[in-house]
């Protein structure tokens, strides 16, 4: 099913034309929301600048709040061994999360800080141009269709939005404790 979504306004996405590097040092000092006093380091995002596939996660757990790396724990390996399953190696798509910063104890993202952190995920975009994004778990799938909807209920289902496709799938977490999924 592909689902026409209009109520995104393209402006958005608009935003200067720094590349991908400026925008990761313009963050990584970054201090606006309390989220910067207990991290480690900002995780960025990695992977291939010019990517057409890009992957949006919560948030860095523990793992990824040590290397600066998204996707490195647990979940990670999971996610990593799907997509060469699938025939996709890291270094061809662009992996990224919503926050950027880890929140204490790997507690969910509060609304605060999903509307601090989503500009920044959206230059990602703006930047990379991917034509499909494929959106992790509900954090990721809501902050991106600016929609409060179950990802049980829409996983696997393929959204138009003005710039991308959007592809929302389960969490790779969600699949560590819930094998079926
Ligand atoms: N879970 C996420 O959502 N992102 C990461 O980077 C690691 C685990």
Redesign the pocket.
């Known amino acids: 099913d592909l689902y026409h979504i209009d109520n995104i306004g393209s402006s958005q996405y608009d935003s200067e034309s720094m590349t991908l590097s400026e925008l990761a040092d313009s963050l990584r000092n970054c201090t606006k929301c309390c989220l910067s006093e207990g991290r480690t380091q900002v995780?960025f995002g990695s992977g291939n600048q010019h990517a057409s596939v890009m992957f949006v996660?919560?948030?860095?757990?523990f793992h990824?709040d040590k290397q600066g790396i998204?996707?490195?724990?647990a979940?990670?390996k999971l996610l990593t061994d799907l997509l060469e399953a699938v025939g996709l190696s890291r270094s061809e798509i662009y992996?990224a999360?919503i926050i950027k910063c880890r929140p204490p104890n790997n507690r969910n993202p509060q609304p605060n800080e999903v509307d601090t952190c989503k500009p920044f995920l959206l230059q990602q975009i703006q930047i990379i141009q991917p034509s499909l994004v494929c959106s992790?778990?509900n954090f990721s799938t809501q902050a991106l269709l600016d929609k409060k909807i179950g990802i049980t209920k829409i996983h696997g289902q393929v959204f138009q939005l003005p710039q991308f496709l959007l592809f929302p799938l389960y969490?790779?977490?969600a699949a560590l404790h819930q094998a079926n999924l």
């Open positions: 995780v996660g919560e948030a860095p757990g990824e998204p996707f490195v724990g979940a990670g992996i999360n992790l778990g969490h790779p977490a």
